[in-house]
């Protein structure tokens, strides 16, 4: 053949009027995007002096296809969560429960009376039947919600601390998530940080002499939730911070971010809602991370500075959207009537059990490729339970070419499988796995052992 190769690179039309185009009854702008990608990509390697032996017209209409399902695909998709990690915040959290699902189909399908009193005939609150929830829930006398926790903290720096100077321990001047840090918020709360004591050791005489020395007029303390500090170690209890609070006359904040709702099946040393806000003026915690239910930021404390946090203009640029609010709601109706919420089952599951179900998989699984059940060491994630080990099982895949491609391809699967390598074996951690994962991981395996050549 004569001439450049790259003029002899089939034209877009051509390939569009290809069959494996023309016949895919895909969006037209994606074929584009498809040929375009195929070409571009061909292009490229011939001026970067590459031999390329061009395909026929056929096999790159066929390739354009492939690539123009693949943009076609929904950016956000369902992955199976193998990783163990019940709140994993890079994998939305938590799943929710089924009562919440339905409550988020109804919201979403129709109209609701999402700000319509229904009695009255009259415009309601939005948050009207959250707030009663929370009410019974915590025993806390106000409530509120908004879009998540670092919102909620937001929120209640800015309104109800502006321009204050507010003491917080060093120890508790956290980053959470990699965007969330204290300093930051409370900066964009208006508020001016005075550190107290050191990072492992704070009493409550520094935050005395940070109010005596008027620097402070206000307390904070946050839930350091994703890390532990061990050794060495003092911080002063939410009870002695609130004995300090009422004795000077100033308020204080609390941002728990994860913990539990009420004492219950967790270690002694664990921190409730229940317990912090009958301390504090108001805490605020993650509707996610705490109660296993949407993406949200919940307000519970006194009346007064809650009834000051909802009427404040913030509030109406932080609400929480009906989805949310539908999934909110029948979540704590599933903690008020003892619903199944899956992190909470997932947290509480037994090792016997998961050893049970980790041997079950790997028996599944061990026909196609090497796999044994394992022990492993998980955790809560989420920011919740730091430092507690959470001993769970997996399924271990020991493919005789190391892990790596099979890892890549459960990741390309139709419902990407995320699991994670250990020790030159690929686990599949059995806990955080939900119905009908088994199935799909089963059909992964046996398609990747279908394209080995
Ligand atoms: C998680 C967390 C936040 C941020 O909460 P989001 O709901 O992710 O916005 C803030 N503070 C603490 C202590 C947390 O644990």
Known sequence: MRGSPLSQLPRMDTLLASPALAESGLPRVLQKAGVNQILDELRRRLQGGECVELPSADVLAQRAKQAAEELARPGL?????ATGVALHTNLGRAPLSRRAVEAVVGAAAGYSNLEYDLSAGKRGSR???????????????????VNNNAAAVLLMLSVLT????????????????????????????GARLVEVGTTNKTRLSDYAAALDSGEAQALLKVHPSNFKVVGFTQTVEVEELAGLARQRGVPLLCDLGSGALAPGPWPADYPTVERWAALA??????GDKLLGGPQAGILVGKEEPIRRLKADPLARALRLDKLSLAALEATLLDWRDGG?????????????????????????????CPCVPVETAGEAGGGALPGEE???????????????????FFRGWRV?????????????????????????IGAALAAWKGEEP
């Not at 998709?77 to 969560?81: E, F, M």
């Not at 321009?163 to 964009?188: H, K, N, T």
């Not at 899956?342 to 061990?366: F, G, I, K, N, T």
């Not at 895949?397 to 890549?408: F, H, I, M, Q």
């Open 416 to 440: 990407p499988i995320v699991g994670r390598i250990h020790r030159g074996r690929l686990l599949l951690d059995v806990r955080t796995l939900l119905p009908g994962d088994e199935e799909e």
């Open 77 to 81: 998709r369902r992955v199976i969560n």
């Open 162 to 189: 502006p321009g204050l100077g507010i003491a917080i321990s060093r120890g508790e001047l956290v980053e959470i998530g990699g965007s969330f840090r204290v300093p930051d918020v409370m900066a964009r709360g």
């Open 281 to 286: 003026d108001v805490v605020s915690f993650s």
């Open 390 to 408: 959470l001993p769970s099982w997996a399924a271990a895949l020991d493919p005789a070419e190391g892990p790596e491609p099979l890892e890549a």
């Open 340 to 368: 199944e919420i899956p992190v909470c089952s997932m947290l509480a599951a037994q090792p016997s059990d998961l050893r049970r179900r980790a041997e079950d998989l790997a028996a599944r699984l061990s026909p196609v």
């Open 127 to 145: 948050t009207a039947r959250v707030e009663e929830l929370l009410r019974q829930l915590t025993g806390a006398e106000g409530a509120f919600a």
